[in-house]
């Protein structure tokens, strides 16, 4: 790297996973996760929901409609497809299909280890993705989790699901949430198990903005926020920086010429992440910088 790094804590703006190497392979699968750890990512994000028996699954939708075959299987509940209608042994009969223009479920040259890599997966297999690939890549593979909805039994899931793993706040974690509430409530929580994972509020500048930069800085190491927002840009990422509040962006999705361009340009303006669908263009672009 040449350019100045004028992010908060003067490394390298990380390259987070956003729902795998979505841009691949399906999205929160443990083939797209592994991928991209293969890729050189530093975090893989995974969104959280719960289902009916109350066990944590990475998928981004409240409904299994759009990611799996549950239509081919399975008769509505309740009139939807929702996840917190079906049990985890139903969910695990599933397959995660491409969705958001993938063609196919391969992707050149790569082959998953799991034998099984496009069910929906448990926070829990991806937890223990990150930490073989850990092991096998000898660099720690970090996690930020996303609870996607607000709810206690999610936060206290997911705290003492890391927990039980061994995480402590000095290792690679992010928890994430668009409820400011539920990052407080994180926030309460752990300290209270003596823990410290990193945490941000998620939203638009406009959002962030008006829950106060210096307020979110009482609870929260951090603001992911969406790049495409009113008001995002240098002058923002400069004032979280002034609050000790890390940026970082959603969503990187360019997979066109313009990418490497629009990599350099949040770079430059000092953001210290990047959700991206294609994390071998996010890293790319950083070695470039
Ligand atoms: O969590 C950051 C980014 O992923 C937010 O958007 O909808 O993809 O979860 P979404
Ligand atoms: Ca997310």
């Known amino acids: 790297a040449q350019a100045a790094l004028n992010t908060l804590d003067g490394k390298a703006p990380l390259v987070i996973a956003h729902r795998g190497a979505s841009g691949y392979l ?8 592994e991928l991209a750890v293969k890729m050189g990512a530093d975090y893989i994000e995974p969104d959280l929901q719960l289902t009916k028996d109350g066990q944590l699954v990475a998928m981004h939708d409240t409904s299994l409609l759009r990611t799996t075959n549950v239509a081919d299987l399975y008769a509505k ?15 695990k009969t599933l397959t995660v299909k491409p969705t958001g ?78 409820s400011a509430d539920t990052v407080k409530s994180i926030h309460a929580k752990q300290q209270a198990l003596g823990v410290d994972f ?4 998620l939203g638009s500048a406009n959002a962030i903005n008006n829950l106060g930069l210096a307020n979110i800085a009482q ?20 004032a979280a920086h002034a ?22 340009q949040w770079y430059g303006y000092g953001i210290d992440g990047v959700f991206s669908n294609y994390t071998d263009k996010a890293l790319a672009a950083r070695t470039e910088f």
């Not at 990193?198 to 509020?201: A, E, F, S």
């Open 77 to 91: 509940r309740n009139g939807g497809y929702n996840v917190s209608e079906f049990t985890l042994a139903e969910i």
């Open 219 to 238: 609870y929260a190491d951090g603001v992911g926020v969406s790049i495409t927002s009113s008001g995002m840009g240098q002058s923002f990422i400069e």
């Open 26 to 33: 399906p999205e929160h699968t443990l083939g797209g996760y």
């Open 198 to 201: 990193q945490l941000v509020v």
């Open 243 to 264: 609050n000790q509040l890390k940026v970082h962006g959603y969503t990187f999705s360019k997979f066109d010429d313009t990418a490497k361009d629009q990599y350099l």
């Open 101 to 178: 223009g993938l063609a196919a479920t391969s992707y050149q040259g790569f082959t998953p280890s799991s034998a099984d890599p496009y069910r929906v997966p448990t926070f829990q297999e991806v937890i223990d993705l990150a930490k073989s690939q850990s092991a096998l890549t000898g660099r720690q593979i970090g996690l930020y989790p996303e609870a996607k909805q607000a709810d206690p039994l999610m936060e206290d899931l997911i705290l003492s699901t890391l927990v039980a793993n061994g995480y402590k706040g000095s290792d690679k974690v992010f928890i994430q949430s668009f």
